[in-house]
């Protein structure tokens, strides 16, 4: 009997493997925040993923984070903002030896998460999976992508890889997880703070190449600072790479502000900031652009936390 593959968070994400490990026929159960969501959810049948324009309905089992029941597995796929409290919801219905995979943003999140749950294996998670909700309940999948998983206290790759390859998630088991999340915060903190203070698609950066030079230098020297040489390694070229690949995109950063959502500002560059600070880095820009996506934020009636 497989083991059952809890999931926290309906973002397009979490909805997106929910649904693959069902397609195949391995056990789900979804984890909503409350009776109301819950109840919403049943009266939608279940989960939809729309795969090359064609739908597919999954009738993936919900409960609430109150349910009986000990808990395996747990996929982490809310914002980087809610996981610790998420699991420190969790945490009393967590198994001895539970395995959690988090897959936020940024960088912060996932430590307090093992910190409060010190009992369980924590795996961090890197992706570029395309996916988005063009309804409730429901996701489209925008475009094929990689998962990068790693423990970096504890190297040994679990057993339960063989449950992705089956469900056709593309994942790689990476023994420097760290270089992988930290490179991927570097590209996120020179992109998308940029495109929300100029308002545009990630296309419309190449027209403030200095800006985004400068930047990449600055996140260069932090990374370098912070032991993570290979996540340094032609960080400029591969920016440029980024914004020209994603040219028609607005970053997730851009969209969260255009819906009136609170971002990962603190996970992303606020982590960047902090970290520079504490070995005493001195990086203006950098800082100049977090007190700048700060203040717009304000502007908007958004939270900057």
């Not at 914002?79 to 699991?87: G, I, Q, R």
């Not at 690949?245 to 900031?273: F, K, P, W």
Request: hydrophobic residues 40%.
């Amino acid at each position: 009997m497989s083991t059952t593959w809890h999931v926290l968070g309906a973002g397009s994400l979490g909805t997106l493997w929910a649904t693959r490990l069902a397609r195949a026929g391995l056990p789900v159960k979804l984890i909503l925040r409350d009776t109301a969501r819950l109840q919403a959810y049943q009266a939608a049948g279940g989960l939809t993923l729309v795969e090359q324009g064609e739908a597919q309905h999954y009738a993936i089992p919900g409960e609430t984070v109150d349910s009986g029941g000990p808990i395996d597995r747990l996929l982490v796929a809310c914002k980087a903002y809610d996981a610790e409290s998420a699991v420190a919801q969790l945490a009393p219905r967590l198994a001895p030896n539970a395995e959690l995979i988090l897959l936020q943003n940024g960088l912060g999140s996932q430590d307090a998460v093992a910190a409060r749950v010190p009992q369980a294996r924590c795996i961090f998670a890197s992706s570029t999976e395309g996916a988005f909700r063009d309804d409730d309940w429901r996701v489209v999948f925008a475009g094929h992508g990689y998962t990068w998983l790693g423990d970096a206290s504890h190297p040994t790759p679990p057993i339960w890889l063989d449950d992705l390859s089956a469900a056709g998630i593309p994942h790689e088991w990476s023994t420097d997880i760290l270089t992988r999340l930290w490179r991927k915060l570097a590209l996120n903190c020179a992109i998308n703070p940029l495109s929300v203070l100029h308002d545009c698609r990630n296309g419309g950066l190449q027209h403030h190449q200095c800006e985004v030079a400068t930047l990449c230098a600055e996140l260069s020297e932090l990374l370098e600072r912070c032991g993570q040489p290979a996540a340094a390694h032609n960080l400029q070229q591969e920016v440029e790479r980024v914004i020209q690949a994603t040219a028609a995109n607005y970053s997730s950063m851009y969209q969260d502000v255009a819906n009136q959502r609170r971002t990962e500002i603190s996970y992303l560059l606020g982590h960047a900031c902090a970290v520079a600070s504490r070995h005493q880095l001195v990086l203006p820009h950098l800082n100049q652009l977090q007190q700048r996506l700060i203040t717009h934020l304000h502007t908007r009636g958004l939270p900057s936390n």
